[in-house]
């Protein structure tokens, strides 16, 4: 019989509490998604799972409660997915070409641009929000996709990391290439945009779970209902509850599963490439 | 095919370094030519000169009837092979080798040829759709070679491309090389800081040191003549004696041991150089020298002592039987070199 070594219980135990931990919320969630409002209010979070998937499901999806009708769950879905995608390319594309020109070409205070670049990550949106918000207004923005996206699409984060990167891929890489006749724009697509996949990869976790995640900013930027995305959608819905006569937490807690559910999607899909890239030594 | 010309070419890097002092040399048509030194001589900054890859402070470079100063490196029309081989990781060695031709614009048909062409040559047609991490050392360099056949390139560059592969495979390589080079017929300028290599590969030798051209010649003249005393001693393991001597009318003394005589009109100081194997025991020899230590190399054996003084290497064959302590030793004819005694150059 193999004996099982004290450290793995230990090491599974700590790790099967954490997930629990974890879990419950979601859990919690699910069960009151699934049991009629009415019950939720009498008794709050319980254990028994009701029948109302369903009914919620087809609410907080397709029902709109705004005076327009236009912030239906798929509506919010749809403006949260446009947000969440234009984020993390955007942001991927900006950050990778700031870096590609930041290491590769001999400008004038390069290594000073990197640093002011890199200061902003000291400046989170919160601070400039005011700032920010006059220019989109001036500029015709407010509601708009571009007016969403464009003004957060700079990012120190990936330019830092980006520049990390481009900076260990070797050198004779670079000048091979150069002898191959690739200039910088081929250089850019056909090796250095390849060589950084799993950087990309990451990226676009990291900035799709922020751009998703967003709430300050779509609430200021955005005030038709049409463009309403689902993490400031749910809180619309619990705000609502003044008005109806009982409050409809499942339906909002529907929604929360939903808006949960694109992310840990992305996760998984890109951690095997993720993975993959970590294991498989190309360099 | 081209034959390549420099004239004062010179580097000075931007902090001030002169790591090309300005060399002066011509490489014909087909030529093998291998630059060789110590690390830090400029070796890599020669070629990289010549690639278009570093450029060039002062002078005009050549290719062919073309001044290429200004040229880009993909229009020299050259091949360059690097020493950690710089194969593109993501991309199949089909594509490795085919990358400079589709940035050519050559249609694919032509482009596909010429990669079955190059990979028969080099043996690596069952590997074409492999990435370079699935390869071993040996074939990713010939992966390399491979990328720089097949553009049909009239200079090929190496860059030390023997350095990070073990010492067989080195040796086979070097073959593999020197024998696609002959039979490609194109000119070809090789870095390497192994004397080795340098010896067995080259057509010519450019020996540098310190970002001068020490000597260039061909293998035997760099080695049974050497221009200074740094190549006598960089060529050549083991390297060759250097001693302290005199020069009184025609005749050379180490010590109070006459090595031989001169026609040179030199008096005075001298370094006197004789190379290991030139010295070997004999009963009627005219040198004396006190063994302290033999080396077994298996086909050979190397004698340390030393002679006035100074120490010296003497190479035996295997079978030379030799004792310890005081041996006679003659010297072969023609065997012994002078020095300038300040300046280290040959006399
Ligand atoms: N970018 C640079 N700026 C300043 N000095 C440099 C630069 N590159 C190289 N050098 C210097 O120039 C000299 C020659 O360098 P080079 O790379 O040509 O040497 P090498 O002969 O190829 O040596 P190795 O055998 O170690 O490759 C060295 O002393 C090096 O420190
Ligand atoms: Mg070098």
Redesign the pocket.
């Known amino acids: 019989m193999k004996r099982i070594k004290l450290e793995t219980i230990l090491d599974h135990t700590v790790l099967i509490i954490g997930s629990l931990i974890m879990i419950l919320p979601i859990v919690m969630l699910l069960q009151m998604a699934s049991t009629p409002d009415i019950e939720t209010i009498k008794n709050g979070p319980g254990l028994v799972f009701g029948d109302q998937i369903p009914v919620n499901f087809e609410k907080a999806m397709f029902q709109a409660d705004g005076f327009s009708g236009a912030n239906t769950g798929v509506r919010m879905l749809y403006n949260s997915m446009i947000l969440g995608f234009g984020f993390a390319f955007g942001k991927i594309i900006v950050g990778m070409m700031a870096a590609y020109a930041i290491v590769y070409f001999r400008l004038p205070f390069a290594t000073m641009a990197f640093w002011i670049i890199f200061t902003t990550l000291l400046l989170p949106l919160e601070v400039r929000i005011l700032p920010s918000y006059e220019i989109v207004q001036k500029l015709g923005m407010l509601n708009t996709y571009q007016g969403l996206i464009i003004p957060l699409i700079a990012s120190a984060t990936a330019t830092f990391f980006f520049r990390q990167f481009f900076r260990s891929v070797p050198e004779e890489l670079v000048e091979a290439a150069r002898i191959d006749g690739a200039g910088p724009i081929k250089f850019f697509i056909d090796i250095l945009v390849p060589l950084s996949r799993t950087m990309i990869a990451a990226m676009f976790i990291i900035m799709f779970v922020y751009g998703w995640n967003q709430y300050l900013w779509p609430t200021m930027i955005t005030t038709e209902e049409d463009m309403f995305t689902l993490v400031r959608g749910i809180k619309q819905i619990t705000q609502s509850i003044d008005n109806t006569n009982v409050p409809e937490y499942g339906r909002a807690n529907l929604l929360a599963i939903i808006a949960i559910l694109p992310p840990v999607l992305i996760v998984i899909f890109f951690q095997s490439w993720f993975v993959k890239g970590l294991t498989e030594s190309d360099k | 095919m081209a034959q390549v010309t420099l004239d004062n070419v010179r ?1 000075v ?5 002169e ?2 002092k300005p060399a002066s040399y011509n490489i014909a048509d087909g030529e093998f030519v291998v ?1 060789v ?12 000169m010549i690639a278009g890859l ?1 450029d060039i402070s002062d002078g005009a470079l050549k290719i062919g009837d073309r001044q290429v100063n200004k040229v880009d490196p993909a229009d020299r029309d050259i091949a360059m092979v690097f ?1 950690n081989y710089a194969l593109y990781p993501h991309m199949t060695v089909r594509k490795n080798i085919g990358y400079g031709l589709k940035n050519r614009k050559i249609d694919k048909s032509t482009i596909e040829a010429k990669v079955q062409e190059a990979a028969t040559m080099l043996n690596l047609t069952e590997y074409l759709d492999r990435k370079p991490s699935q390869l071993s050392g040996g074939q990713r360099q010939r992966v390399a070679m491979g990328r720089a056949i097949v553009r049909d390139p009239s200079l090929f560059l190496f ?2 491309p023997l350095s990070n592969l073990d010492a067989k495979l080195r040796n086979q390589m070097r073959i593999e090389i020197k024998a696609l080079q002959r039979r490609l017929g194109v000119t070809s300028i090789y ?3 192994d004397q080795i290599e340098a010896m067995t590969m080259a057509d010519r030798i450019i020996v ?1 040191n ?2 001068i051209i020490e000597q260039i010649g061909t293998p035997a003249e760099v080695y049974h003549s050497p221009a200074s005393t740094f190549v006598a001693s960089f060529m050549g393991a083991p390297p060759m004696n250097l001693l302290e001597g005199r020069v009184d009318g025609g005749m050379i003394r180490v010590g109070d041991t006459v090595v031989g005589n001169t026609t040179l009109a030199v008096t005075g100081p001298v370094t006197v150089g004789i190379r290991p194997e030139d010295l070997e025991p004999s009963v009627g020899g005219q040198l004396r020298i006190d063994v302290s230590i033999i080396e077994e190399l298996g086909a050979h054996r190397l004698v340390h002592g030393h002679i006035a003084g100074q120490a010296l290497t003497m190479q035996i064959g295997k079978d030379t039987a030799i004792g310890d302590g005081p041996i006679p030793v003659a010297i072969k004819n023609n065997a012994v070199s002078l020095f300038d005694h300040q300046t280290g150059n040959r006399l």
């Open positions: 580097k890097y931007p902090n001030g370094f790591a090309v630059l030194g110590p690390s830090g001589c400029g070796k890599s900054t020669m070629l990289r570093e020493q860059d030390e870095v390497t800081h540098m310190g970002g």
